[in-house]
């Protein structure tokens, strides 16, 4: 049986949630997410969807699991009367470093994350901001 995030608190989830993904946690990263789950990503390469836990946090791992570094630069959890907006910028290294940001809108009840609709900005090549 997968732990849950052991909080009725969506904003506690949404936290959980980011914590984990910035640990590559993914066993605890999934915890977080209900089973079923009705999961609907827009990446630049186009719509995923998940319909179970294990589905869902799979797509985070093959996202951000191949980072040797992976640093969270920012993050926001705002509740939206029945909504949760979760949004988080990391900087992650695989052979180069990159920018990613992602927003979500999240349906969160009994400590797990039930819906997600999620835009991903994609690997953004990080740019040398040197002075000339």
Known sequence: MMPTSKTDDPSATGN??????????????AACLDDPIRFRALIPGGLRTAEDRTSAADYFKKWFGDADQLVLLASEVQPMHDRLSISYRF?????????????????????????MDLLCSGFRPEVSSSST
């Open 16 to 29: 959980l949630f980011i914590a984990a993904l910035a640990r590559q946690a993914w066993e605890e990263l």
């Open 91 to 115: 900087r992650a290294h695989e052979d180069q470093w990159y920018i990613v940001e992602q927003q979500s809108f999240c349906v969160v009840q009994g400590g797990h994350i039930q819906k």
